[in-house]
């Protein structure tokens, strides 16, 4: 799975369930929890600035607990967006809290590095995730770029969309189809527009 149900349905729920039984969310769970949702959706819109800085409030909040494992799992999602956008590195963030990280943390950490495995879930993000990771492997094909393309368009995520068409745009250019790779440029003009 390219995110783990504890990652990906959200993070507030995620943040929610480890706070110590509480029925109600504490002020640094509702506060991480809605930074994160606003830093995948800036990020997906190509708002950098305004995504780091949604991403900072969020680590800020968790650092509070003094929880390495909250911190280690939000570098996780940050991860993961960055890989649904096909932007590879390895996970610094995630990297210098490894010593705080649980068991599903770090093989989820093995997986967006490309040495681990995971079923696919079924919602956009993680399928996404999945054709990252693949792309990163060197084992995606053409329908599964395809199918990533239509995923990020679908959800109107305009920076992994830009990126999936910019794969499938070299893609046709390397195999000397030129007609398809300009309707492609034509298509990441009318984004970038």
């Known amino acids: 799975m390219a995110l783990p149900a504890r990652f990906r349905d959200s993070l507030a729920l995620t ?30 819109s190509g708002e950098t600035a305004t995504a780091e800085a949604e991403f900072k409030s969020a680590r800020t909040e968790l650092a509070r607990t003094g929880r390495a494992d909250l911190v280690a799992r939000a570098e996780l999602v940050r991860c993961a967006v960055r890989t649904a956008s096909l932007e590879f590195d390895e996970c610094p963030g995630f990297e210098a809290l490894r010593y705080g990280a649980r068991p599903e943390e770090l093989a989820y950490a093995d997986y967006l590095a490309g040495r681990g495995r995971h079923s696919v879930g079924d919602d956009p993000l993680s399928r996404l995730v999945a054709a990252g990771v693949s792309l990163k492997r060197g084992s995606i094909d053409p329908a599964g770029i395809s199918a990533a393309v239509d995923v990020a368009s679908a959800q109107g995520w305009r ?16 195999a000397g189809d030129s007609e398809t790779a300009a309707r492609i440029r034509r298509r990441i003009d009318l984004i970038s527009g």
Do not use: I
Not at 159 to 174: M, S, T, Y
């Open 159 to 174: 920076r992994p969309l830009l990126a999936w068409l910019g794969v499938q745009e070299k893609r046709a250019a390397d």
């Open 15 to 44: 943040l929610v369930a480890a706070a110590c039984g509480s029925t109600q969310p504490l002020d640094w769970q509702a506060n991480a929890a809605s930074a994160m949702q606003s830093f995948q959706r800036h990020y997906f």
